[in-house]
């Protein structure tokens, strides 16, 4: 069986006609600086947690921003809040503050 | 007969210089170093066609030497500059009727990138340091033996906020490509990997020589960051990053590494800004009068711009440049009279 | 004799409500005392700490000499107005008490004493009091000159900006700039138709009693007491849900503060008696870089305390703060701001999981074996020069090395805590624990400041030392098991980073180890003073522009001491202050490694 990293995408078509995109529309208004991610993948590649498990932070918040929400809370409560993706992104991504933001909106508190 | 200044003896420098004096112009081209050719005198081979950087630089050298009225000053750096005058670190001044500036970019540090392990690991190389080892013909790691294999990271302080360096330096991936393909033909035996965000084969030439370094000579290419290099085991680079198109993360031991850096702005240009009433971009670039029509003149009468001073260019852009900025020079002092 | 009048209600009803008030947040927060906490309560009450209590309420409360420490201009201003009215109080007291003997007088009857002295025959005149009294209110009256003008122009207080106000804050500040001025006219015009009254007092009844019709005097003889009474009447019932509350909360807390009660991770009762504690004075917003740096208005420590005391608290005020610890250092109340902070976001994070990080199990990634373990972090991975550095350092002292995180460890928790996820910070706290002790080490040393403070403050580690490796150098240096080379000519600057200086209280060991080396040059701010790199863990609001600001900042005042080197302690400081910095930036490990003899 492949290994698809993680398995919170079940359906394997992200069909933008049906996704519901506030959660993802609310997440870009407050930290609009996540679209200017081009995913180079320096934030996975350093993730303390990522050496651990499988959590990938740049597919979890693309699924998210994607409208792609279920599993997206459970993945986000692998991440330590390290800091140490927010040290190499290139372009300055608050990615500790993603993290946070996108378990307060998929959390609801 | 006019007197024009020209600042920096890189491509750029150069051929304006001998441009300017076919034009039946005096020209005096000043350069820091001790020697002509700046950057390119430390390139092997030039991209997209594999010719040796000696022979441009020969071509130019050949010009300058056949033309009239050109006065070469080696070791003599520019440290005032205006329209008139240009005041010289000795203290001397030189008086002349226009200037331009062609001094270059200056390469990244990539001791910045301190995760890269550059000066800190042995096998962690520059694009730099390996164009001077293709030079000496002697590619190969600090212990002497040959590299089975190897990794070139594109954007080393290249599109990266947290070195304060946003723009592109444009030429490093086809660098990249092209060292590859170098690095293949010494090894053939030797897996060259080529870590890319983005693979921008913008010029003539360069996504066929992409498409022939994917094809013919198997470099691989995956689209990821490496996110740090550290010893390994068996004292190899092991090095992370992201396979981003798996959506996995990727380790793997490496014999060497090299850090395609980027171009940064010159460092003298503040100076010169502060001083001369120049701009200079949010890049630290200067910023040319506007992009089109006089982008080779400053924003002050008299000041024209040559090559890499504007931008990160090519070799071919900088001598298209030199030559451009020699005709402005030529319509603008007409146009005075 | 009476002591009653119509205009005196306003005043009673006033005072009544404010010491029912008070009195009722007071033992609903006692009751809600954990039982531990009022054990040290019952243990402090009955030790010398009541009495050193006591002094401090002397020292702070009424004569405020922290304040003057910071700023003389400004703790004349507090000391007035609190050690003034005190004073007009207690005097006020003996005053009748002199001319009334012993005995039982309600509470208006002292404050409006001049009011009913004239009226009724209290015997012989004594000028003394008069003279005293109107010393006192001319000191308070000078205090509130100064609170005028420090609203219209804060500069020329010192400060450079002062607390933005809420509604129930200017009723009450409104209301105490009256009192005084009120007190002196009521007084005046009664000394005016009556005579008597003190140099200022007497001498302005004096004047109108000359310049002003009988008739007009009379009439506004009356109102003026009215005015007077009702400004004191407002001012003490808007006072327990103001500011002012501060007056009242700060003695308890010195009190409980001296119990050794401090707040904790998670919220309590207690934290109340710090939050209400807090007078507003702003003096925190000054050294705050997010103000001077960003323009950031509404984040500061005053606010929160205020947003929290009013229970509105919004995530984004509460996660924007650096917690450098700037305003802590120079809070005049001594309030916990950064515990406090902290267990703010606790309540609105925290979420117990107990599925969380059930990947650490048995996990082990260590190498190495020794007694003394090192401990990177996280963010030393990303700055291999340190790591380098200190296996040079520890090759040359011959010390065995247990690596806990060489190729990637645990992270210390921290970062998860200070975000609010105290819960779940502790199942990394556990974890590492198990690891240390696992591995039988006996001194843990760690190039993180971040970890050094946790393992200090929350690990309880029995057994085993922890040191941030500038200590940790500075010991191998005294015990001669490390000897570096020492060059004149060689000139180094230093930053504090904050979780160790004013985190961990370690200002002296990395500068001893730069003294080894070269000459040591310090920056404008330094200490318990110095600038936070911005890159801190602790604000998750601010972005990458905004980091590099405060980081740019920072390099610049450390650019300026000209020193060839500028070395810190922090892997992210380093990091912050390299993106800002025309001289190089090196950790305090590779200088040493650099100069190993």
């Known amino acids: 069986m492949i290994n698809f990293g993680f398995s919170i995408n079940k359906p394997r078509v992200i069909d933008l006609n049906r996704n519901n995109l506030n959660k993802s529309k609310e997440v870009i208004k407050e930290m609009p600086e996540l679209q200017a991610c081009i995913g180079c993948g320096s934030c996975t590649a350093t993730c303390t947690a990522g050496n651990l498990t499988e959590f990938n932070f740049r597919k979890v918040h693309t699924l998210v921003r994607r409208g792609e929400y279920q599993g997206a809370y459970e993945e986000m409560n692998k991440c330590m809040l390290c800091g140490k993706c927010r040290l190499v992104c290139p372009r300055g991504i608050n990615t500790r503050g993603v993290v946070m933001l996108i378990k307060r909106k998929l959390g609801d508190f | 007969m006019k007197h024009i200044i020209v600042i920096g003896g890189g491509v750029a420098g150069m051929q304006c210089a001998a441009e300017l004096a076919a034009h039946n112009f005096k020209v005096t081209l000043l350069e820091k170093d001790s020697d002509m050719g700046g950057k390119i005198r430390g390139w092997h081979k030039l991209f997209p066609t594999f010719t040796p950087a000696d022979e441009v630089l020969s071509g130019l050298r050949l010009k300058l030497a056949q033309a009239q009225n050109i006065t070469i000053m080696t070791g003599s750096k520019a440290v005032e500059i205006s329209s008139t005058k240009v005041a010289l670190a000795s203290g001397k001044e ?114 066929e020589m992409y498409r022939e370094a994917q094809q013919t000579y198997n470099v691989h290419f995956v689209r990821g960051r490496i996110s740090e290099v550290s010893p390994n085991i068996d004292k190899r680079l092991q090095i992370k990053a992201e396979d981003t198109l798996t959506g996995r993360p990727l380790r793997m031991g490496v014999d060497m590494l090299v850090l395609l850096t980027g171009m940064r702005a010159n460092d003298d240009n503040s100076h010169f800004a502060a001083n001369s009433n120049l701009r200079c971009q949010p890049s630290g670039f200067m910023q040319p009068r506007d992009s089109f029509l006089h982008n080779t003149e400053s924003n002050v009468e008299g000041i024209f711009y040559a090559g890499a001073i504007t931008a990160p260019k090519n070799v071919g852009e900088a001598l298209n440049d030199g030559a451009t900025a020699a005709l402005r020079v030529k319509a603008w002092l007409e146009s005075k009279k | 004799m009476t002591f009653f009048a119509d205009f005196c209600i306003p005043f009673i009803v006033g005072a009544t409500v404010m010491f029912i008030i008070i009195a009722a947040k007071y033992i609903s927060w006692l009751r809600d005392l954990p039982r531990s906490d009022i054990k040290l309560i019952v243990k402090g009450a009955v030790s010398p700490r009541l009495f050193t209590a006591a002094w401090e309420v ?170 007077y009474s009702s400004a004191l009447g407002i001012f003490f019932l808007t006072m327990p849900f103001s500011r002012y509350m501060h007056i009242f909360t700060e003695i308890p807390l010195i009190f409980l503060r001296h119990f050794h009660l401090k707040p904790e991770t998670k919220e309590k009762s207690y934290d109340n008696f710090e939050v209400e504690a807090c007078s507003r004075c702003g003096i925190c917003i000054d050294p705050c870089q997010l103000q001077a740096q960003l323009g950031i208005n509404d984040v500061q420590s005053v606010y929160f305390l205020r947003d929290r005391r009013y229970n509105m608290l919004q995530q984004k005020i509460a996660n924007n703060c650096l917690m450098c610890g700037r305003c802590e250092a120079i809070c005049p109340v001594g309030i916990n701001l950064n515990t406090l902070r902290q267990n703010s976001r606790t309540s609105m994070r925290n979420i117990p999981n107990e599925n969380r990080y059930k990947y650490l199990r048995n996990l082990d990634r260590s190498e190495g074996d020794g007694r003394v373990g090192y401990f990177a972090g996280c963010m030393t991975l990303l700055t291999p020069n340190t790591l380098t550095a200190m296996q040079q350092i520890f090759e040359a002292a011959r010390e065995d090395v247990w690596w806990a995180d060489k190729s990637g460890g645990v992270c210390c928790g921290r970062p998860l805590k200070l975000s609010g996820e105290s819960d779940s910070a502790q199942k990394m706290i556990d974890y590492n624990k198990e690891l240390f002790y696992k591995h039988r080490i006996t001194t843990l040393v760690t190039s993180c400041p971040i970890c050094l403070r946790v393992f200090r403050e929350e690990y309880k580690l029995e057994g085993i030392e922890v040191l941030h490796h500038s200590e940790y150098i500075l010991r191998l240096l005294r015990q001669g098991r490390l000897q570096v080379g020492y060059s004149a000519e060689s000139t180094f600057t230093y930053h504090d980073p904050c979780e160790l200086g004013r985190g961990s209280g370690i200002y002296d060991e990395p500068r001893a180890v730069i003294e080894n080396i070269g000459k040591l040059l310090e920056p404008a701010h330094t200490r318990k003073d110095a600038l936070c790199c911005g890159s801190s863990l602790a604000n998750t609001a601010i972005d990458d522009r905004q980091q590099l600001t405060i980081a740019r900042g920072v390099a610049e005042e450390l650019d300026a001491t000209a020193a060839q080197t500028i070395v810190t302690a922090c892997p992210l400081c380093k990091k912050a202050i390299a993106r800002g910095a025309k001289n190089t930036v090196k950790d305090l490990s590779e200088i040493v490694a650099a100069n190993i003899k």
Request: contains cysteine; neutral net charge.
């Open chain 2, 94 to 207: 030189l008086e002349c009727d226009a200037v331009v500036i062609a001094t270059g970019y200056t390469l990244f540090d990539a001791r910045i990138k301190e995760e890269y392990g550059y000066g800190i690991y042995d096998n962690v190389i520059t694009s730099a340091d390996l164009e001077e080892m293709f030079n000496k013909g002697d590619v190969r790691m600090k212990d002497g033996s040959t590299p089975r294999r190897i990794a070139i990271l594109h954007c080393v302080g290249s599109r990266d906020e947290k070195v304060c360096q946003r723009h592109c330096s444009k030429v490093c991936c086809v660098t990249g490509v092209k060292q590859a393909i170098e690095l293949k033909q010494l090894y053939p035996a030797a897996d060259v990997f080529n870590f890319y965000m983005d693979i921008r084969m913008f010029g003539p030439g360069y996504e």
């Open chain 3, 58 to 227: 002397v020292r702070e409360s009424l004569l405020h000499c922290r304040i003057f420490r910071v700023n003389p201009l400004l703790g004349y201003m507090h000391m007035s107005l609190a050690f003034g009215w005190f004073l007009l109080i207690a005097v006020g007291w003996i005053e009748t008490v002199a001319y009334l003997g012993l005995k039982w007088v309600p509470l208006q009857g002292h404050v409006f004493f001049k009011y009913f002295a004239a009226l009724n025959d209290f015997g012989t005149h004594k000028p003394t009091f008069d003279f005293v009294m109107d010393l006192l209110l001319l000191v308070v009256l000078s205090g509130v000159t100064l609170a005028w003008l420090k609203r219209l122009r804060s500069r020329a207080m010192g400060m450079k900006r002062a607390t933005k106000h809420i509604t129930f804050d200017r009723i009450a500040l409104s209301a105490l700039w009256f009192i005084f001025p009120l007190r002196l006219l009521a007084e005046s015009v009664t000394c005016a138709i009556y005579g008597g009254g003190g140099f200022l007092t007497g001498g302005i009844g004096h004047l109108l009693a000359e310049g002003i019709n009988a008739d007009i005097l009379h009439t506004i003889y009356e109102p003026l007491w009215w005015a």
